[in-house]
């Protein structure tokens, strides 16, 4: 099977200039498209979340993949070399119209997959360990790592924060939780929450009033 594989980013784009390249390019060489595949998305996207990734699934050894240029493919280099390789790896040609390249089943192509995939291999373990080394230096700063804290439940989105004025003077005045509570028609472990959260700390003697 013969596919023409077309990808623009936005709805504004058109996808008949690309249509046209590999139409023209096909009759040039001889070549019958048997499916097109297009899709509007970004190619910083993942593949694997595209209808590219459907496609690559489904081919098989002497399949070939058309498209204008290598860029259809992906944005970002990493993620065409792994494309290409996992189209060497299950025989499917990629041919693309600009850029002039055709991997196929030669000797060449097999170098080049293989050069692909240790590149892709050693660009993913790089990543990796940038990535432990930045956490490790943020840690041994003292910093905190992963989400903010309070991140899933800000005191503005809390329900409770517009009631925030009224707490703090309560608590002030001597009021318990449990008449703050009956005021407001709060949950009593509702409120404890928020008083430890935003407004005293977690040893305060009218969280446990």
């Given at each position: 099977m013969n596919y023409g594989y077309i990808r623009v980013s936005t709805d504004t784009q058109t996808v008949e200039n690309q249509?046209?390249?590999?139409?023209?390019?096909?009759?040039?060489?001889?070549?019958?498209i048997d499916g097109w595949i297009e899709e509007t998305v970004s190619g910083a996207q993942q593949y694997s979340k595209r209808r590219l990734g459907k496609l690559l699934k489904r081919t098989k050894d002497g399949d070939m993949i058309v498209c204008s240029e290598l860029s259809r493919l992906g944005r970002n280099l990493?993620?065409?070399m792994e494309i290409l390789?996992?189209?060497m790896k299950r025989g499917c040609r990629v041919w693309t119209i600009k850029d002039g390249y055709r991997l196929g089943d030669d000797i060449?192509?097999?170098?080049l997959a293989f050069a692909f995939g240790l590149s892709a291999e050693i660009e993913r373990n790089l990543i990796s360990q940038r990535t432990r080394e930045a956490l490790a230096r943020v840690k041994a700063e003292g910093r905190h790592v992963g989400r903010p804290y309070g991140a899933y439940t800000s005191q503005v989105l809390n329900p409770l924060?517009?009631?925030?004025?009224?707490?703090r003077r309560a608590l002030d005045?001597?009021?318990t939780v449990s008449s703050i509570c009956d005021r407001l028609h709060c949950n009593r472990n509702t409120l404890n929450r928020y008083i430890k959260r935003y407004i005293r700390n977690t040893n305060d003697p009218h969280t446990s009033s």
């Open positions: 249509r046209f390249e590999i139409l023209k390019f096909c009759k040039r060489e001889g070549i019958v990493y993620m065409i390789s996992l189209c060449q192509s097999k170098v924060y517009r009631h925030d004025k009224y707490i005045n001597g009021q």
